[in-house]
């Protein structure tokens, strides 16, 4: 796989703390910062994030501990319609994307966590009975990075000129996901990838920093760069939701994983999104006389409908009509 190796540069870190500790004119700062940023790149580093350090190891550690388990035993949580439980290695194969056609399945399996919303009518997640420690851990990381996604909403609701509550109510039951995926040391052939080149289906998507390396990003002038490890922080990217919510205005960039390392790569990506019944509607900053609504508007679940029934194989017969892209 090409790639050049020099770039840390390329995806620039923004350091949440001074917003997040309320220092006047932080928050219009950082908005700022974002907002080229998102203009620009689409990907970004974030420092001072606030979560626990020990939290994130812990995740990573249980993840590898669901994934070691035997087989029949994941496959007892197979994945359901809601994308809860067990996907399989090879389950999924990227078709969503425009950006690479003709793929293999993704060398990768994967567990995914929904939120567990009191009340609500959404099916409960799918937990090994013998591993309390793995549901606990996963909930706890699920909590943390909720929260820290919330806490982002303001300075994403600056960065587009927006009242900085914009977000909040449209936010405050999220459609979200945690996937803990298990990318096995392998030598890929032609068009087969850990997971392929595609954009994230989400408002954001918030990924913890990885000891083993293997991300690469595509940059606006169609060369992929390697997203190097940079500690303690989180790299964050916007997703298609966030995309077409702005018009097309912040960029939700191409990404693509791997594992040629002789170890097992862990990832645990969360994926924030507004609530299920949220209309994705062109923002009133975002459009004016030269510059009209550029996609249809459709609600995040009926966006994610479309989203899963293109990738993931137990959900390829449902599918409602196509977006535009
Ligand atoms: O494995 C990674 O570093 C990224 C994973 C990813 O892009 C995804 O799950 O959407
Ligand atoms: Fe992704």
């Known amino acids: 796989m090409s790639s050049r190796t020099d770039t840390a540069a390329a995806i620039p870190v923004l350091d949440l703390g001074p917003a997040f500790a309320g220092i006047p004119g932080a928050l219009e700062e950082t908005a700022a910062k974002l907002r080229h940023i998102n203009e620009t790149v689409g990907f970004l580093y974030i420092a001072n994030h606030g979560v626990p350090a020990d939290l994130i190891e812990a995740t990573f550690a249980q993840t590898a501990r669901f994934h070691a388990q035997p087989l029949e035993r994941k496959l007892a949580l197979k994945v359901d319609a809601n994308m ?36 609500a009518e959404t099916s409960p997640n799918r937990w090994p009975e013998d591993l309390p420690e793995f549901r606990a851990t996963a909930l706890a990381y699920f909590g943390a990075l909720e929260a ?12 587009l000129d927006l009242p900085a509550d914009y977000f909040d109510a449209l936010c405050n039951q999220p459609f979200s996901s945690l996937r803990l995926t298990h990318y096995p040391s392998a030598s890929y052939s032609a068009n087969e990838y850990g997971i392929a080149p595609h954009t994230d289906s989400s408002f954001i998507t918030l990924l ?62 969360y994926f924030f999104h507004p609530n299920p019944d949220t209309l994705i509607k062109a923002l009133p900053t975002c459009v004016d006389a030269n510059n009209p609504p550029r996609f249809p508007e459709q609600t995040v679940a009926e966006y994610m409908a479309w989203f899963r029934g293109q990738n993931y194989d137990h959900l390829r017969k449902a599918q409602p009509p196509a977006a535009a892209e």
């Open 84 to 119: 809860q439980g067990y996907l399989p290695m090879r389950g999924s194969t990227t078709r969503s994307s425009t950006i690479a056609q003709g793929n293999k399945p993704n060398e990768n399996e994967a567990f995914f966590v929904k939120r567990e919303t009191p009340g």
């Open 208 to 269: 913890a920093q990885n000891k083993v390396p293997g991300l690469q990003i595509r940059t606006q002038e169609g060369e992929w760069i390697d997203a190097p490890v940079i500690e303690d922080t989180f790299v964050v990217n916007t997703g298609d939701v966030l995309h077409r919510w702005t018009n097309g205005r912040f960029l939700s960039t191409a990404h693509r994983a791997f594992n040629t390392t002789p170890t097992p790569r862990y990832a645990i990506p």
């Open 148 to 159: 820290l996604a919330k806490r982002m909403l303001p300075i994403y609701a600056r960065a």
